[in-house]
């Protein structure tokens, strides 16, 4: 089993839909997890940090389930410029490696 | 927030040659630096890691003798291509960690520099 799981995708949504990715991981250990954003041809941009059950940071949602070992980002009234790839991201058991799930593409359409 | 940047942006080289890469933390000191590697559609995946003065720690299947990697000060590590070829054409991005004012220790990544090997 891979360390991180993500849904490629691509999730098509209408501007102003809310959506939500999923991202499972194996190491029950981790205690902290991020959200990156990446833009086509551009480098990983840090969206949210998850420390404990969750952070919500105005349109974005990431919350943490423990028990099943997975983490969620909710994107709610979705823009246009929320077109990217969202990368779920995990250091193992400390803060200096990270881990790098294969990304969500999302597409928001007008 | 912190800003990590790289040089050159693209390259263009002919196979068998060395490519450099630089990789600038420009307003804060990274006591660690680290090297990723992405092909089209795939995630990033961890080169080595580098730190400020000592040899850099590769990951399985990196060969240290084709990426040599120098971290000869806080804000600066570099990473060379040698003897270069067409499957080494990918996007390489580096990252920065350290601790700046007003912000936790996290790992900031730079823009990126696209290879091509022809």
């Known amino acids: 089993r891979k360390e991180v799981e993500q849904d490629p995708g691509p999730f098509n949504v209408p501007e102003g839909a809310t959506v939500a990715f999923n991202c499972t991981y194996s190491?029950?250990?981790?205690?902290?997890f991020f959200w990156y954003r990446q833009d086509c041809r551009k480098e990983p941009k840090l969206l949210m940090s998850?420390?404990?059950s969750g952070n919500e940071d105005g349109r974005f949602t990431a919350q943490l389930n423990r028990a099943s070992q997975y983490i969620s980002l909710l994107i709610r009234d979705s823009k246009l410029s929320d077109s990217a790839t969202y990368l779920c991201v995990l250091p193992p058991g400390g803060y200096n490696k990270l881990i790098f799930g294969a990304g969500t593409r999302l597409a928001v359409h007008p | 927030g912190a800003v990590v940047s790289q040089h050159p942006s693209r390259v263009i080289c002919k196979s068998g040659t060395s490519v450099k890469i630089e990789c600038r933390s420009l307003d804060f000191q990274a006591t660690t630096m680290f090297w990723y590697r992405q092909f089209p559609k795939q995630s990033l995946m961890l080169m080595a890691t580098s730190n400020e003065g000592s040899k850099a720690t590769y990951e399985q299947g990196v060969e240290k003798d084709k990426f040599l990697i120098n971290h000869a000060s806080l804000t600066l590590s570099t990473l060379t291509v040698t003897s270069a070829h067409p499957e080494d054409s990918s996007f390489y991005i580096c990252?920065?960690?350290?601790?700046?004012?007003?912000?936790?220790?996290?790992?900031?990544f730079g823009p990126g520099t696209r290879l091509l090997v022809l």
């Open positions: 190491n029950s250990a981790s205690q902290s």
């Open positions: 990252s920065a960690e350290g601790l700046t004012s007003g912000y936790q220790e996290t790992q900031y």
């Open positions: 998850v420390y404990s």
